[in-house]
């Protein structure tokens, strides 16, 4: 079966300082790889998404960028971090499948807050 | 613009059932989601619609009118562990996926 690992959970970090989530997914290959960012009492936003190794799509211009070194790992980075970046993180994927619903499944989220 | 709709609030008792609502204007439309969604933590997954017409799956169905670009949630038998917000998704014509807000829902002993 198929398992998705994202960290850390929960973090705090002051303006300016850089970032890093990590995400990796597991009991599958090539899947499509998503980032998106939660703000409360808003729908999730789509930051970045990857359908290989080195294809990024950016949805959303902003200081965060996103690498997936390996077919099954997915990095979301920052050089410096805003105050307005604070929010909920979550990873997902979704088959590449031609047809069906290809439903997403998200990691467990990391909750970022800068100070 | 591509827009979802699900009010922001409900409340219901347990043990009732409680209909969400979503209505929706995209560009095209591949498929409809439903996600769950307690607080703190990561959406999961509950159901799809693609074409008109009711999916059940237990205490839960979901609905599909196409034509209307409307869907409901029905949540039969409500426990307390229902207490979540309730994720409506659109997949578009370039299949992306958009989202609503959410409908937090209440249960009341």
């Known amino acids: 079966s198929q398992t998705i690992h994202q960290w850390p959970a929960t973090l705090v970090q002051p303006v300016g300082s850089p970032l890093s989530l990590e995400c990796t997914v597991e009991?599958?290959?090539?899947?499509?790889l998503y980032w998106y960012r939660q703000a409360a009492g808003r729908g999730l936003q789509l930051l970045f998404y990857s359908v290989g190794i080195g294809q990024i799509s950016s949805e959303v211009p902003q200081n965060l960028s996103a690498s997936r070194p390996q077919d099954r790992q997915f990095i979301l980075s920052s050089k410096k971090l805003l105050l307005s970046d604070s929010g909920f993180y979550l990873c997902?994927?979704?088959?590449?499948?031609?047809?069906?619903?290809?439903?997403?499944?998200f990691g467990a989220g990391s909750r970022l807050t800068v100070l | 613009g591509q827009n979802i709709d699900q009010p922001t609030e409900m409340t219901a008792t347990e043990g009732a059932i409680v209909q969400i609502n979503c209505t929706y204007q995209t560009s095209g439309f591949n498929g409809l989601f439903w996600y769950q969604q307690h607080a703190g933590e990561a959406p999961t997954f509950l159901s799809y619609n693609v074409l008109d017409g009711l999916e059940e799956k237990g205490r839960f169905s979901s609905f599909l009118s196409r034509s209307k670009g409307y869907s409901y949630l029905l949540l039969k038998e409500l426990q307390m562990k229902d207490s979540a917000s309730y994720l409506c998704?659109?997949?578009?014509?370039?299949?992306?996926?958009?989202w609503g807000a959410g409908t937090k829902l209440i249960i009341k002993p």
């Open positions: 009991g599958t290959s090539n899947p499509n």
């Open positions: 998704a659109v997949r578009d014509s370039n299949y992306q996926l958009i």
């Open positions: 997902a994927w979704s088959s590449t499948a031609p047809s069906g619903a290809n439903v997403l499944t």
